[in-house]
């Protein structure tokens, strides 16, 4: 049983919203560079606060600067439904990831307090610290304090490139709140979001409902061979390790498709020492990115994919060692609330898909602590963390849509 | 016909040169560092011309400190016979490399001083400078200016990578002489040198006479594919600059065995961007270094290896480019000089082959304007380049035996 309907989100004042925000570090090739707690981040959080201020919402920012703004229900003892995401951008990034999910969140507010619809529990919109961890790392930082899940002194001490530090920084831009980042209890968590692949694309579907966040372990492998003369040293006595690091590259290139379901396996860096045009490369760095919602797949697949690297090492005449740097379990959303968005993007007529992300955001540590869901919608050719990340505002409309109706079915249960 | 068929040379005294030589710059493991003009280059050009002043030479230096050493011969209006080779060192380099052509040399000159051997016309010993072109470019400065190979002017002004400028570091170390670096008739030159390359140990031989040095053509590839999310992109919707390299680097390590001939090829170099371990590469560069003594065959190979590098690119929906960085034809040594040294060798006893340099040498450039010939002796492990390069004594021994009737036999020439 739905609750209203009949009533649906206001696609231009979204795309307004969506348009004001992307203004706030804009880059010439349609994208944003708004990095945690710069100048950018500041102007993005001010604006925010004057949207949420204008619709009367209570705000609170804690001590590691997430936003709050509360809308009171019947009950305020309940606790209340979450929604939000995050207004810090990657390098040259894209307008639509994390913006999308914060003023999604603030069109459904405006929404329901222009119709003046009453919940029976609390609203509360949330934009979260530095989720993207490019300029601070780690990413998530926010979320994962305030979940209990990162240490908030460590985060408040990271620095970045140029030796600034994250605390220093959060005070500066005027966003280190008084009360503690720290959870509270939650009925529901949403997260509304470009999906940053071609999944939707591809198969014609307008929101996607993501089951969880797939499970991540990376690799570093270090390759070892033996420099010697490019010119003297004849092809069959040679240890190259970058022709060993080469095939190794092409092996992990092929494991999911040898391993099936939905795994993705990534090289993205490398490094090759002495690297001379001259010389036969000595040793070789390169990292393995894994992934899957089937974690023991994951293991199956570095078993056998280390079989397989010891057989080109030991062809190539080199050595190597590997180093586990990442172990991520997957994180599983509400089936309950994933059903019921899944129920909502049909009969609001949206072709809609269950999936899983490959890609972590802040709802895997909210998953952790309350029941949480989040919503996709396309990424025209696949693309993000780039200025040409673009989804179409038709398909931001009906984001928002499935979010309105899915805060507020939660908000109403009594 | 051979001159003073029983001469030889004093192999201990040469043993003991080459250590003494060898504690300037030594490194733990055995090796020199040594690098061009540096306070280590000094002390072995001081400790060169000590030993070239006892055995009564007249030194010149000249404006690219180069080091020439003459012993007068009965008819010093004749071109003399010029030998040698150069004391820097690769960073962290070998004892040999470079520094048995010089001293192999003089003991060539304090074995006929010590017999009072003279001959007709004048021998000259050279230390060339800066052949390694490590700490600055390009390999062979010394003698390239000196045969009017290269621009004096320029080689004065390159920097190592701190800034610090060739002519002032030569004025430093007191060896900007003040005679002009200018080629002057030479009958023939003769360098020795270890092999570098696996060749004569694999093949149980003493002396290697090389016909020539092989041609060279270096090549840059830039590839281009398209970044993305490593998490969300599906392995079919993936343009990964890194994997078509890694195809095409495979695909170069099996030319030579495709072509055929004494081909080698080998990609040293590999940079990849934004070398990230959760993004998709989305451009990499790397280089091609092609070596054969036939030169046809070096440009058939590219032609045969640019289509197949077109089929991976397309197959990987990445597109590249490739520009040519170095072009060097194969330099031919005197056939006369080349044969000569292997009867030599074969009058002696060492068992010779004969062979082309995969290396480039100073050699190269003293063979377009003079006949010129190599003695290559043995590298234990085909190794160069690194700490642990290492040639025995007795072959040692051996090259300097051959160096000196091949120059006994030039310099006996009227």
């Not at 390098?91 to 619809?117: C, W």
């Not at 372990?217 to 003369?229: E, M, Q």
């Not at 498709?257 to 939905?262: E, T």
Request: proline share 5%; glycine share 8%.
């Amino acid at each position: 049983m739905r609750h209203l309907p009949d009533l649906r989100v206001n696609a231009e004042r979204l795309h307004n919203a969506m348009e004001k925000m992307a203004d706030i570090g804009a880059t010439p090739a349609g994208g944003v560079h708004r990095l945690a707690l710069s100048a950018e981040d500041k102007e993005a959080r001010d604006l925010l606060i004057a949207w949420l201020e204008d619709i009367g919402l209570e705000i609170i920012v804690d001590d590691m600067g997430n936003i709050f703004g509360k809308r009171p229900g019947k009950n305020n003892k309940l606790p209340p439904v979450l929604s939000g995401s995050h207004l810090d951008s990657a390098p040259n990034g894209g307008r639509f990831d994390g913006a999308l999910g914060v003023l999604g969140t603030l069109e459904v507010l405006r929404t329901i307090h222009e119709k003046n619809v009453e919940t029976e529990r609390p609203i509360v919109i949330v934009n979260w610290t530095n989720e993207e961890g490019c300029r601070f790392h780690p990413a998530m930082a926010g979320s994962g304090v305030w979940s209990d899940r990162l240490d908030k002194k460590k985060i408040h001490d990271q620095r970045d490139s140029q030796g600034r530090i994250f605390i220093d920084e959060l005070q500066k831009i005027g966003y280190k709140g008084t009360t503690p980042a720290k959870r509270f209890p939650v009925h529901a968590y949403f997260e509304c979001h470009n999906e940053q692949g071609p999944v939707l694309v591809n198969g014609g579907k307008v929101i996607g409902v993501p089951r969880g966040i797939v499970g991540v372990r990376w690799k570093k492998v270090f390759l070892k061979g033996t420099a010697n003369h490019a010119g003297t040293t004849p092809m069959n006595a040679r240890k190259d390790a970058l022709c060993a690091a080469a095939e190794m590259i092409l092996k992990v290139n092929e494991l999911p498709a040898k391993m099936g379901q939905d795994m993705v396996a990534t090289v993205g860096e490398i490094d090759n020492f002495p690297n001379a045009v001259n010389v036969i490369p000595e040793s070789v760095h390169f990292s393995i990115d894994l992934r899957c919602w089937n974690e023991d797949l994951i293991a199956r697949a570095w078993d056998q994919l280390t079989t397989s690297l010891e057989k080109t090492a030991r062809k190539r005449g080199c050595t190597f060692e590997t180093k586990e740097s990442m172990n991520l379990s997957r994180s599983s959303f509400n089936e309950t609330l994933c059903d019921r968005l899944m129920e909502i993007s049909q009969s609001l007529g949206y072709p809609a898909l269950k999936m899983v992300s490959g890609a972590g955001h802040d709802a895997a540590y909210l998953a952790q602590i309350a029941p949480a869901a989040m919503i996709f919608v396309p990424s025209i050719g696949g693309q993000s963390h780039v200025e040409s990340e673009n989804t179409t505002w038709e398909d931001c409309e009906a984001g928002a849509n499935v979010l309105l109706h899915g805060i507020l079915a939660s908000a109403m249960e009594k």
